[in-house]
């Protein structure tokens, strides 16, 4: 059973610096990619680690600045080149859309896929995608403008059934299914084979959430409350602390203090400004309030 | 005195790979810098490279392909976080306004610089740009799209006064500009010194040409006729010869002829498709064919 892993491409901040491109993720989950923002040269980090993304599907936007969105083009463009069929879908502010679609017509006239963008309310906490196996919901953050994180749920994956018991009991196949997702089970006799007897219980589902850009706002903690991992910005350090509130960004202590509060497993930081050369003092002054925090660097995959 | 150079920041096609980002460079000459095409990260590898770009007033793009203009607006945005003041030179193809215009608009409504457009034709060999010291030309290509490549050529730069024939002959200073310039010299007696025994001759100015995206083509060859650096797309190998046609790109070897035919004093090919992961034997098929010609590499300053 593969885990959940994070492949950061880029966790830079506007400026992009030799180590840092700007801001993307792709995060596998359930044998699918969803890719978390898509600053300029997605594509180009993709490529040089080799990502293959037949499984990519869905792209979530967290706000219009251009560290996070202008990959995109040139992304899809090349998806078209690449003969993509399947749909992809874009989650975003609904301005992308007016701003993606002139770009859209004039270079990829002829995508063999479609581009279906999906508007979302950066204000509201709410469910923004759902499949099977994956909820996503947005995260209001606090910054220049309207800006959401993101929360990736795993659903409950089905019990794992006994398989001495299917023997014992004679269960038919066409049972099983049920039996899975947590039915009992009765016999031609009448007996009920509790469902506690039959099964044990799968893998916890996976939680990880993306909170960037963002000043420190505690107003998220209820929501990524214990996830398994957080990634959340630190673009600058406590020497910057009036510059961050101006700007409206974290320090690396800030995004500590909001790991520690919301009890999480695991912190990842990103977003580093570019006058940091040595980013292990950022990962240090987090760690002080936060001892299980990993710095985030470029073309890294973590397992969540 | 410094010399011209060509510093190539992305030398691939259509898809990136993991040595080459799409194509850019940069023309240094006479202390200014002139940037050809601009694909997606762009501004990655000038900060890659550490190119101080506080020289760059003019950009020129080929054509209106992803791949040559997909890193304008996040180098446009960057100029703005880092406070550019001086007036950016844009010149293309006029749709190219069209589509910057409203994503400058969202994402740098602020900028504190002018993005200045002007619209060339390219279909058209004619002077597009000129300055004290740099004449720029365009060169029409023959692609799917219209798109034009340029020919840079220094201006003729004063003469060298020998200096001891200022003390000799009295020369006062506010003559020594027109005489740089090629004047005669009379003294207070009415002598006549001519002008070739009071200077040498400069540098001889300088000439480079840049083609891509373009199939072959021996239109262009009376234009680049002698440049003292060819850079000519060489997308493919004549083992694609049929491809190369159907896309309107050119072969290592075409490039190769195209360098013979024009006699230019160097060859730099580039534009490769992603399917060469050893360039070496594109510049081996060139080099068949003329001899002086060399590989153009990411992040990699030629002296032209």
Request: charged fraction near 25%; aromatic fraction near 8%.
């Amino acid at each position: 059973m593969q885990n959940a892993s994070l492949t950061i491409l880029g966790c830079g901040s506007s400026l992009p610096t030799r180590k840092n491109f700007p801001s993307a993720q792709i995060l596998e989950i359930r044998d699918k990619q969803f890719l978390i923002d898509c600053g300029e040269g997605t594509q180009i980090r993709m490529r040089q680690m080799g990502v293959k993304t037949n499984r990519l599907g869905h792209v979530f936007i967290s706000h219009l600045h251009g560290d996070h969105c202008f990959g995109l083009i040139g992304l899809i463009s090349s998806f078209g080149m690449l003969n993509r069929t399947a749909d992809l879908h874009i989650h975003a502010q609904a301005d992308l859309e007016k701003i993606l679609e002139p770009q859209l017509a004039y270079f990829c006239a002829e995508l063999p896929f479609k581009v279906v963008f999906h508007a979302i309310n950066p204000r509201k906490h709410e469910l923004i995608f759902e499949d099977r196996s994956v909820q996503v919901f947005s995260i209001p953050l606090k910054h220049r403008v309207p800006c959401c994180g993101f929360l990736f749920e795993e659903k409950p994956r089905d019990r794992h059934i006994i398989r001495e018991m299917i023997d014992f009991y004679n269960i038919p196949t066409w049972r099983i299914p049920k039996i899975k997702q947590g039915e009992d089970f009765i016999t031609e006799e009448g007996e009920v084979i509790s469902n506690a007897d039959l099964t044990i219980s799968s893998e916890v589902p996976k939680r990880f959430a993306y909170c960037s850009d963002t000043a420190y706002s505690e107003k998220i903690v209820p929501i990524v409350q214990g996830v398994d991992c957080l990634y959340h910005e630190a673009t600058f350090m406590e020497d910057e602390l009036l510059r961050s509130k101006q700007t409206q960004h974290s320090t690396a202590r800030q995004a500590a203090e909001i790991a520690k509060l919301a009890n999480v497993k695991k912190l990842i930081i990103g977003h580093y400004s570019a006058r940091y050369s040595n980013q292990n003092e950022l990962l240090r002054e987090a760690q002080l309030v936060f001892e299980n925090t990993i710095l985030g660097e470029d073309m890294t995959v973590y397992e969540i």
